[in-house]
């Protein structure tokens, strides 16, 4: 009767401990799936404003083209005061000046390249030419708002004919306002671009009431009635989604009729967000972002409707997580349950071979002793690796049957941990029973009974042959780096050499004209013999920087900035890159010197690259290095202007053999072996970002 009612009481615990478990792993998967959601708004944000702005340059680069040419001035500006016939002379002329142009701005898709005179009166519409002389004053803000301001003018707007974002700009002759012209581009040419960024399902949403201010013969009829707000109607598009994205446009509107119920409150507040959607056992995302009009007032909506497969992976992992752990708990808690007292050893040892069993399938070794040390039981691996059997393993003190340097490891700590219950992992070298030494990661933790029947449970990861080769990658890094160095050794060489050549020259020709006396030669003697302790020291220092040391030692971060930089600075500025240094004094860290210099030369490295292979004149480019300090804690940033890196791939540059530099001028492992030394080996970060119309990179580190 006692056993069953302490049953009872186990199976509570371990109810509650599965029911806390299971809502703190629901608060993670809601917190993953509004950090998705965060980074689809920003995307579709961020892509839109790229797209916009690619349109927005073709309108500018149109705009300065047409200011430079005298011809197309003249014309717009006689326009002005001719009469009927004399118009439609111009008109022609300007026509057949630009249609191949216009052709050609089609191709990018513009669809509209529109001339209006000082009034606000169309001069001539080039997507159609028959169609002039209409007064755009009062019908279009864009319009009305360059001719009172005379400066452009761009956004999202309604017209006579059509919508479209609008790029409208002023015209000029001899300094006086003579008209305007404007580009426009359908959703259908937005589409597309957008698409070529990321792909997906496109969706145009424009204000009904903003189209019914229009007149009656506006293109009303066009749009679509919307199937997720009542406010907005669908922009039609000539596109058509399914040439582009994977899902099918009955699919969408599905999506977006199921979603309707969810945003139609968010949309009044005119806000972008994102949503996330189960359909046909898959996610979608669909984003909301609100598009200004020239007015600068909210009068559209752009949405995506994407595919996401992180969020199905991360609910079938949670899901075997979840059965992992219980399952984990419940072998633990039979354990606790089965070793209460002597009384219950039959079922004990049932339990022990079905875990015994459990063990067998685990590819790594594997051992548990109770409270007092004794061995329980092990797997034919952990067997192996001391070369003793298992029963003569199973049931004897760990210390009288395991190698004395093998016991010492995986007994470390083992009274704090079965005072504390925390779980430990630390790494090793073991001498496996074959003489070789493996580098292993060990990982204990405490199986709890009242009776003390069991104590520990631990597993060892053979990591010797992962440590090899990130040795091997960082021993080729740094010879790579090297040869940097060398080649900035070089260039500082070819002053004091040819010095020297010089000073050998003054002496022969000095005795030639019989001017060699000893002074002179004391003083050319002198002279070389300086410039040669110079290179010599030069060859000092060069071994000094790459000495290599497996032990952490403390030292100066601004004095190994400043050392790294004496083998680098002249070399790049004689490359016409200008090198901004601010460093602060003594700031230490502890580490590894020489391979955190390995490292930041890496960096710069790659900021001359990037400099060099944008640069387009002789004010190449600037390089600036700053430390700072924060929260005991000191920072290193290298920053460049040589045009950053693109978005798309800024979360990879730290993947293995990812390089965004040409064929032959890299392989893509400096970085990744970098954030390998700083992060696990100094305990530190590494890290990246775009600023200022260039790269970022900063290396932290834990100040001592």
Not at 172 to 190: I, Q, R
Not at 284 to 298: A, C, D, G, R
Request: proline content about 2%; aromatic content about 10%; glycine content about 6%.
């Amino acid at each position: 009767m006692q056993r069953k009612i302490k049953l009872k009481y186990y199976f509570a615990a371990f109810a509650a401990i599965e029911a806390v478990l299971v809502l703190l792993l629901l608060f993670f998967m809601n917190t993953t799936k509004n950090e998705t959601l965060s980074r689809a708004t920003n995307q579709l944000r961020v892509n839109y404003q790229s797209v916009f702005s690619n349109f927005s340059l073709i309108g500018h680069s149109i705009y300065c083209d047409i200011s430079s040419r005298p011809e197309i001035l003249k014309i717009i500006s006689d326009a002005n005061s001719a009469d009927k016939n004399g118009k439609t002379l111009l008109r022609n002329n300007l026509y057949n000046m630009l249609s191949p142009f216009y052709e050609k701005l089609k191709d990018l898709d513009v669809v509209q390249l529109h001339f209006h005179l000082s009034d606000g009166t169309t001069f001539l519409r080039f997507n159609k030419p028959g169609l002039y002389d209409d007064y755009l004053k009062d019908a279009r803000y864009s319009i009305n708002f360059v001719l009172r301001r005379k400066v452009p003018v761009e956004g999202f707007e309604h017209g006579l004919y059509f919508s479209a974002f609008r790029y409208v700009f002023p015209i000029f002759k001899d300094n006086v306002f003579v008209g305007s012209f404007e580009t426009s581009v359908h959703f259908s040419g937005f589409e597309k671009s957008l698409f070529m960024k990321l792909p997906a399902e496109y969706v145009f949403m424009v204000n009904k009431e903003s189209i019914n201010k229009k007149p009656a013969d506006s293109t009303l009829h066009k749009y679509t009635q919307n199937y997720i707000s009542d406010d907005f109607l669908i922009e039609p598009s000539d596109i058509g989604n399914n040439c582009y994205a994977s899902l099918k446009r009955g699919n969408t509107e599905k999506i977006l009729r199921m979603i309707k119920p969810n945003v139609a409150g968010i949309l009044k507040r005119k806000l972008s967000f994102s949503r996330l959607l189960k359909f046909d056992d898959k996610y979608y995302i669909i984003s909301f972002l609100p598009i200004l009009s020239t007015e600068k007032h909210v009068d559209a909506y752009l949405l995506s409707v994407s595919e996401n497969r992180d969020i199905k992976l991360y609910e079938d992992f949670f899901l075997r997580l979840v059965a992992g752990t219980l399952i984990l708990i419940l072998i633990i808690s039979l354990l606790y349950i089965n070793n209460k007292t002597i009384k219950h050893k039959k079922i004990i040892e049932s339990d022990l071979k079905f875990l015994q069993l459990f063990l067998e399938t685990i590819p790594h070794p594997v051992f548990f002793t109770d409270y007092n040390g004794k061995v329980m039981g092990c797997n034919k691996e952990f067997a192996d690796i001391v070369r003793v059997r298992r029963r003569d393993i199973i049931n004897h003190l760990a210390h009288e049957i395991l190698p004395e340097e093998l016991y010492n490891i995986l007994s470390i700590k083992d009274t704090e941990l079965l005072n504390n219950g925390t779980k430990q992992i630390y790494e090793a070298r073991i001498t496996y029973s074959d003489g070789k030494i493996h580098d292993v990661i060990v990982v204990k933790a405490q199986v709890v009974s009242k009776s003390k029947g069991y104590g520990i449970v631990g597993s060892l990861l053979d990591v010797t042959e992962h440590k090899r080769i990130e040795q091997m990658l960082v021993n080729n890094a740094r010879m790579a780096s090297m040869g940097e160095l060398i080649t900035a050794i070089a260039h500082n060489w070819r002053q004091p050499i040819n010095e020297i050549a010089l000073t050998i020259g003054d002496i022969e020709d000095a005795f030639e004209f019989g001017q060699l006396d000893k002074a002179y030669l004391r003083e050319s003697v002198q002279s070389a013999m300086s410039t040669l302790h110079s290179i010599s020291d030069t060859i000092s220092e060069f071994r000094t920087f790459y000495k290599h040391s497996d032990v952490l030692e403390e030292f100066d971060v601004g004095s190994a900035v400043e050392d790294t930089l004496k083998k680098f600075t002249e070399a790049i500025e004689s490359l016409g890159i200008k090198c901004k240094v601010k460093l602060l004094e003594n700031v230490k860290v502890k580490g590894y010197e020489s391979e955190f210099k390995q490292v930041f030369l890496s960096i710069l490295n790659n900021a001359k690259d990037a400099i060099m292979d944008t640069a387009l004149n002789d004010n190449i480019g600037n390089i600036e290095i700053t430390m700072s300090t924060e929260s005991n804690k000191v920072a290193v940033s290298v920053a460049d202007d040589g045009g950053g890196i693109p978005e798309r791939v800024l979360n990879r540059i730290f993947d293995p053999y990812f390089t965004t530099k040409m064929q032959g001028k890299g392989i893509g492992m400096g970085l990744y072996l970098g954030k390998i030394i700083i992060e696990h080996k100094m305990k530190g970060r590494l890290f990246a970002h775009n600023a200022d119309g260039g790269a970022v990179f900063t290396i932290e580190l834990q100040i001592t």
